[in-house]
């Protein structure tokens, strides 16, 4: 069951991830041409617009997970976010349709944003509902799996610049990536539907929340504002990994194309086995002190890992390497510390309250403030400082959430 729901969790992120990897093939495609550095601005700002998206998107997913179901929602989620994905590698481009063709763009990445916000909170949610002896484990295999979706992205992403020619990337190839990222959430739709649901929701179906958002935010706002900072390192530093690194490394510092998606996708790989020996480690020790460990390499390596990249000729299967594994510990803890803030009756509700206000802000809103450092300051390496920034959000809440958070018998009820 864990691996069922982390799974989707997996081709899910492929379908919302892919589209930061391929912002450049997107820009020229949906925006108009003649001014490349403000058509890739314009598409991370669509992107942006699907992580925007995400708060409202919670809300709505967890009112009925809390109240009705863990199961329902998944179900719902991933084949809407298939059919989103499948219509964005079909439909025209600004050339062709004019404004209809970005106006549709955003729309789709909106209904996107909606159905990713339900989709992750509710995976930590039935894990460690669903596995109670190994609760730190099994978030790290859901983020595991997550991972693995963005490292097929990636791997789709090398393949296709393999095979195709530039050109032909800039005109079709990107279509490739989305029309096979919704076929693999169909799969994973069809999967879903043999999901049971938790054993703790079934304990207290009959005593669940009636309003579930509004009970969390009148009875637990303290845990809502810890949980976003718990969040915000992993927020901060993925968003900008997944979504800003790609185009980032390839237009503003001129790393060879294929050189970076080789790093990308051995960074991601490095990313999601590091994690899954933290969150191990997890339940065998206070995982605060995870979040602190990963919080004290950043503070001082995310500058300098920027600072290193900056120079244009460092080793990419080094450095990117060195930073994904360098947050470890904040990727295989800060799920399990989040879900044990909130009860069982609002915990749907709680986790995606804080999951999508940290990510919206940080994953979402972190590539636009790159580049806006950038163009501000003139410092290429200027995006470090954000890591910098969350880092020490993280550490803070490590210490915040020493004691902090439900017992597992209070979790229950």
Not at 21 to 44: D, H, R, V
Request: aromatic content about 10%; glycine content about 10%.
């Amino acid at each position: 069951m864990v691996v069922l729901a982390a799974l989707g969790g997996g081709l899910e992120y492929y379908d919302f991830i892919v589209y930061g990897i391929f912002a450049q093939a997107i820009a020229a495609a949906f925006f108009p041409a003649g001014a490349p550095a403000a058509a890739l601005t314009l598409s991370l700002a669509v992107f942006a617009v699907g992580y925007l998206a995400r708060p409202l998107g919670g809300m709505v997913s967890s009112h009925f997970g809390d109240r009705y179901g863990r199961k329902t929602v998944f179900v719902v989620t991933v084949f809407t976010m298939s059919l989103c994905t499948l219509a964005i590698g079909l439909i025209p481009t600004y050339a062709q349709w004019g404004l209809a063709a970005t106006l549709l763009l955003v729309l789709l990445r909106f209904v996107q944003g909606l159905c990713i916000g339900g989709e992750l909170p509710g995976a930590i949610t039935f894990v460690v509902e669903t596995a109670q002896r190994r609760p730190g484990f099994a978030c790290g295999i859901v983020f595991a799996l997550v991972n693995a979706g963005v490292l097929l992205a990636a791997f789709v992403n090398l393949a296709l610049g393999a095979w195709l020619p530039p050109e032909a990337m800039l005109d079709y190839g990107w279509r490739i990536a989305f029309l096979f990222g919704g076929v693999l959430g169909l799969v994973s739709f069809w999967l879903r539907r043999n999901l049971e649901e938790t054993p703790e929701f079934l304990r207290i179906r009959h005593d669940a929340a009636q309003q579930p958002v509004r009970e969390v935010v009148r009875d637990h706002r303290g845990a809502i504002l810890l949980g976003c900072c718990v969040v915000a390192l992993t927020a901060g530093f993925n968003g900008l990994l997944f979504a800003h690194m790609p185009a980032y490394l390839g237009q503003v510092l001129a790393y060879p194309r294929q050189e970076v998606a080789i790093a990308m996708n051995v960074a991601l790989l490095a990313m999601s086995l590091s994690l899954l020996a933290a969150s191990w480690l997890a339940d065998r020790m206070p995982p605060q002190r995870l979040l602190r460990a990963s919080s004290l390499l950043l503070i001082v390596g995310g500058p300098m890992g920027y600072a290193l990249l900056a120079r244009g000729d460092a080793d990419l299967l080094l450095v990117l390497p060195l930073l994904a594994i360098a947050v470890a510990g904040a990727n295989g803890s800060f799920a399990y510390l989040l879900a044990r803030l909130f009860p069982a009756r609002v915990r749907f509700s709680g986790v995606a309250l804080s999951l999508n206000i940290s990510f919206t802000l940080l994953s979402g809103l972190g590539p636009l403030a790159a580049n806006a450092l950038i163009d501000a300051t003139g410092w290429r390496a200027a995006p470090g400082l954000i890591v910098g920034a969350v880092a020490l959000i993280g550490l803070a809440a490590s210490f915040a959430s020493r004691g902090a958070g439900v017992s597992r018998s209070d979790a229950r009820g």
